[in-house]
């Protein structure tokens, strides 16, 4: 039986936003969004990014997913106040990517760190006895120097994930791998920057992607209406939301601390993916 009219989500454009750091949870709620995407039949999808990046594999997954969603559905993605480092992985797997002038963007790099606390547990009088099963199971241990076979190893480690970065960047956007390689050195950029550079397509807004999404598919800009796709939340949470600024200081607190912690004080688009 062929129906009279389309249902209702191939007039819409399906909007994911992501924003912070990249890791687990946002890979699983992204590969469901992603999921609900292709269920319901979107058209199109604008992908919002607001990300100083995460953690190499969970970006690649959702790369990964974008990319074969692209057989099916038009991808935009929009660059909001920073996308680096994972949020750059990401957008590659967007069709389009529209950035802000002053969008932060790139660190097209990888950083592995660890830490050195040998002469402060000297001083305290505290030392660790290791019993392993081969010579390299305690790698960046942080009681002791590293060796330098333990350096060649992580090096070729950062490299070949480095190598990967690179190769996705070239491909996606059509770049030669020596072109990508003379700006992919961990600096970022601005989006005018990022333009220049080819890492993106276009200069505007959030509203601009969305636009270009709509024409993309042929649907008028005008009167095409945006799904934003969420996570469903539990019950409790949707009551608990919005009690007030104080809760919601709070939060933002307790994020901005998870984010010094995990990063030892630095921006996360110095670890990338």
Known sequence: MVWPFKPKFRKQIARIEITGAIAGTTRKQVLEALKTVEEKKFPALLLRIDSPGGTVGDSQEIYSALQRLREKVK????????????????????EHIVANPGTITGSIGVILRGNNLERLLEKIGVSFKVIKSGPYKDILAFDRELT?????????????????FVQTVADARQLTVEKVRSFADGRIFTGQQALELGVVDRLGTEEDARRWAAELVGLDPDKTKTHTIEE?????????QGRGQMALGLSAGIDWL????????QPLWLYRP
């Open 75 to 94: 991808i935009v993605a929009s660059f909001g106040n920073i996308s680096a480092s994972g949020g750059v992985y990401i957008g590659m797997g967007a």
């Open 148 to 164: 330098e076979p333990e350096k060649d190893i992580l090096q070729q480690l950062i490299d070949v994930s480095y190598q990967q």
């Open 232 to 240: 469903r939340k539990p019950f409790w949470n949707r009551v608990v």
């Open 258 to 265: 998870e984010f010094e912690l995990f990063t030892s004080g």
